[in-house]
């Protein structure tokens, strides 16, 4: 048993015991999931799910009680009585958060077998720093965390697609790769004709992407999946760039492959598959490399 007390003077006991979690009743429900800044997801079944409400009047109240913090006395108590306020705001937008990733996580993971995100760890980092997306993006780690443990927990499968896939930009119609499509375009007609929600058309994307890599095989942390990239793509700039490339090309394998092909024409986008539980049976390391995959388990 453990008593401890928050900065903002809140006691806590914890309590440690040993359980074990019965898996969900199967289902055969899958669903895509990407992450956005209007919403803050939006599922493959064309439903978004909005930052809550609350989010902004707490930031109003947060703003509040840190202003009044400096104009208090240094070591005063009523500096004392401000810091714990801004301490009791803080806690409050982290706990009504996470209350809310708690309810999303455990319905979609126990309303399907199988939950299919994108790895965000680069796109987070390079492309926008509004508030706004920084608190999706603090959003989104979170949730992210509590599908991995759930998943887990109930007996399902999460698949992590790689961050190079192209799901805003392939058109999920006809398949082609858009060459541009920056974030201010929520919306976006194909040249067959299609109009797309940026949002849904992603998640509608990645649900495939992640039944792909998914039916290559159980027990692999790690696989390529082939992406056949349409011949009049000109989205070339797609292709893995940088050191991770680099290094994955010095390597060999397909990414050093990779790069030929997809100026060639059609090439390979790496999908990346981590199912906790298989992980930890295997006893093996996140970040170990799993083989190439039989180019059968492409996707076209
Ligand atoms: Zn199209």
Same mark, same amino acid.
């Given at each position: 048993?453990?008593?401890?007390?928050?900065?903002?003077?809140?006691?806590?006991?914890? =309590?440690?015991?040993?359980?074990?979690?019965? *898996?969900?009743?199967?289902?055969?429900?899958?669903?895509?999931? $990407?992450?956005?800044?209007?919403?803050?997801?939006?599922?493959?079944?064309? #439903? %978004?799910?909005?930052?809550?409400?609350?989010?902004?009047? +707490?930031?109003?109240?947060?703003?509040?009680?840190?202003?009044?913090? *400096?104009?208090?006395? %240094?070591?005063?108590?009523?500096?004392?009585?401000?810091?714990?306020?801004?301490? %009791?705001?803080?806690?409050?937008?982290? $706990?009504?958060?996470? $209350?809310?990733?708690?309810?999303?996580?455990?319905?979609?993971?126990?309303?399907?077998?199988?939950?299919?995100?994108? +790895?965000?760890?680069?796109?987070?980092?390079?492309?926008?720093?509004?508030?706004?997306?920084?608190?999706? $993006?603090?959003?989104?780690?979170?949730?992210?965390?509590?599908?991995?443990?759930?998943?887990?927990?109930?007996?399902?499968?999460?698949?992590?697609?790689?961050?190079?896939?192209?799901?805003?930009?392939?058109?999920?119609?006809?398949?082609?790769?858009?060459?541009? =499509?920056? =974030?201010?375009?929520?919306?976006?007609?194909?040249?067959? +004709?299609?109009?797309?929600?940026?949002?849904?058309?992603?998640?509608?994307?990645?649900?495939?992407?992640?039944?792909?890599?998914?039916?290559?095989?159980?027990?692999?942390?790690?696989?390529?999946?082939?992406?056949?990239? *349409?011949?009049?793509?000109?989205?070339?700039?797609?292709?893995?760039?940088?050191?991770?490339?680099?290094?994955?090309?010095? #390597?060999?394998?397909?990414?050093?492959? +990779?790069?030929?092909?997809?100026?060639?024409?059609?090439? !390979?986008?790496?999908?990346? !598959?981590?199912?906790?539980?298989?992980?930890?049976?295997?006893?093996?390391?996140?970040?170990?490399?799993?083989?190439?995959?039989?180019?059968?388990?492409?996707?076209?």
């Amino acid at each position: 048993m453990t008593v401890s007390r928050d900065a903002a003077g809140r006691w806590f006991v914890s =309590l440690l015991c040993e359980d074990s979690m019965a *898996p969900a009743p199967a289902t055969t429900a899958a669903v895509g999931i $990407d992450a956005g800044v209007t919403s803050l997801v939006t599922l493959s079944t064309g #439903e %978004k799910v909005a930052n809550p409400k609350h989010e902004r009047r +707490d930031r109003a109240r947060l703003a509040r009680a840190q202003r009044e913090l *400096p104009r208090k006395a %240094k070591g005063s108590a009523n500096r004392e009585k401000a810091r714990r306020r801004v301490a %009791k705001v803080h806690a409050r937008i982290a $706990d009504r958060r996470r $209350d809310f990733l708690h309810k999303l996580s455990t319905r979609l993971v126990r309303e399907n077998q199988m939950v299919v995100i994108e +790895d965000l760890t680069v796109r987070s980092l390079l492309k926008n720093h509004s508030l706004a997306r920084a608190i999706s $993006d603090a959003s989104w780690t979170e949730l992210r965390s509590m599908l991995e443990y759930k998943c887990a927990w109930y007996g399902r499968e999460l698949v992590v697609i790689d961050r190079w896939f192209p799901s805003s930009k392939l058109c999920g119609a006809c398949g082609t790769v858009r060459g541009r =499509l920056p =974030l201010n375009v929520r919306e976006w007609t194909c040249d067959c +004709d299609t109009t797309h929600d940026r949002d849904v058309n992603a998640a509608r994307n990645i649900l495939p992407a992640g039944l792909a890599a998914s039916a290559c095989g159980d027990g692999v942390r790690r696989k390529w999946v082939t992406f056949n990239w *349409p011949a009049n793509s000109t989205a070339a700039h797609l292709r893995p760039q940088g050191r991770q490339a680099r290094r994955r090309a010095t #390597e060999g394998g397909p990414a050093g492959t +990779d790069r030929r092909r997809v100026a060639a024409g059609p090439g !390979r986008v790496r999908l990346t !598959r981590k199912v906790r539980s298989a992980r930890r049976a295997s006893g093996g390391r996140s970040g170990a490399r799993g083989k190439p995959v039989a180019p059968e388990c492409g996707r076209t």
